[in-house]
Each structure stands twice: as C-alpha cells, then as structure tokens.
C-alpha cells in the first residue's frame, strides 16, 4: 500500500484547455515550472518525514504526466505515518509539503491561462 494526495483544483479544466492553446515554447516553459514545483514539494516531504532507516524517504516521489503533478511515497507502511492509525499519532509529511507550495501552484496555474487568453485575442 503507498500514498499519493490528489488535489482537485478549481479550474483544472479551464487550464488543461488553456494548455493547449499556447504554443510549444510556452508549454516548455510552463512544464518546466511544474517540474521545478513538484520536485521542491518532494524536497520538502523528504525533509518533513520521519526518519528510522531512512526507506520511507527514499520512496518518496514527484512526477509531473501531461499537465498533472503527482506527489506520493512507496513504502508499504506510507499511509500509516501520514495519517496515523489508532496505535499510532500521525505524522504527515506530504500534504503539509503540497498545502507550502500550493500558493506557487496557483500562480502557474493563473499566469499560464492569462498567457493563454493574451495569445487568442486578435
């Protein structure tokens, strides 16, 4: 069993579509952006994680498919420290690492579909 947080963001579809319309330079630009985002996300879960032998950190991972970011760990036991069970408090680590960089997500999101809307005006 491993965990990965999905966050449903207003305006996902509006942006999806607004990805398409930019040209191929701008999309790079954009991905690239959500690259860099999501490997900071990492970063920041692996530095908030509880640490024993080290494996749970090292099974964390960020991946960016199309214009969706997933943010996850691999461990078997992962969704027991994240949320803890009843033997044991939880200690989160992603969601508090996504919830710091969902200000910065936005952001990119809002800048790439006024970019969009600027380039389909005549």
Do not use: C, N
Not at 38 to 47: F, R
Not at 48 to 60: A, F
Request: proline fraction near 4%; aromatic fraction near 8%.
């Amino acid at each position: 069993m491993s965990v990965e947080i999905s966050l449903d963001a207003k305006g996902i579809e509006e942006f999806q579509a607004a990805m398409k319309k930019l040209d191929s330079a701008i999309q790079r630009q954009v991905h690239r952006r959500l690259h860099g985002l999501v490997a900071d996300i990492k970063a920041s879960a692996q530095q908030r994680v509880p640490v024993r032998t080290g494996y749970l950190r090292s099974t964390i991972y960020a991946k960016v498919k199309e214009w969706i970011a997933e943010v996850g760990a691999e461990a078997s036991y992962a969704l027991y420290v994240e949320l803890g069970t009843r033997y044991m408090r939880a200690r989160p680590y992603l969601y508090p690492a996504i919830q710091e960089y969902l200000p910065q997500l936005e952001a990119i999101i809002l800048e790439a579909i006024e970019t969009a809307k600027r380039e389909a005006k005549p």
